[in-house]
């Protein structure tokens, strides 16, 4: 039974950093594609950065590219997101998510996953 646990959310200002950790159990983070997605209140889910199973080739929505980098620690079995520079328009709750079978291009595409870890709040605010 896979079990995602997120951690580090909070409040920052503008320009700030804030890094998300997702603690794995239940399966190895090579057997996962694994990553982010976030959901601001009255919007859509969208995903924000994914990891490949395998090669561990990763993707960004372009809204985050040079702003969001993503990471896994195989050792601690846990995937990283370092936010940099946040806006008031990355406030959102984000979601680890993961799956053993779905490529990160249709997990982007469908905005969907196998695992979902319960959330963590993200509030970029002056």
């Known amino acids: 039974h896979v079990q995602l646990v997120e951690s580090g959310g909070g409040m920052v200002d503008p320009g700030g950093s804030l890094t998300l950790s997702c603690e794995v159990s239940?399966?190895?983070?090579?057997?996962?594609?694994i990553g982010w997605f976030r959901q601001a209140p009255g919007k859509e889910r969208e995903g924000v950065s994914l990891?490949?199973?395998?090669?561990?080739?990763?993707d960004y929505r372009d809204s985050v590219k040079g702003r969001f980098t993503i990471s896994r620690d195989i050792g601690k079995n846990t995937v990283y997101l370092l936010m940099n520079n946040l806006k008031p328009e990355d406030t959102a709750v984000y979601f680890c998510?993961?799956?053993?079978?779905?490529?990160?291009?249709?997990?982007?595409?469908?905005?969907?996953?196998?695992?979902w870890g319960q959330g963590t709040q993200v509030t970029v605010s002056s």
């Open positions: 998510a993961a799956d053993d079978a779905l490529t990160i291009a249709t997990m982007f595409r469908l905005r969907m996953a196998k695992y």
């Open positions: 239940g399966s190895s983070l090579d057997d996962l594609a």
């Open positions: 990891i490949a199973i395998g090669n561990g080739r990763t």
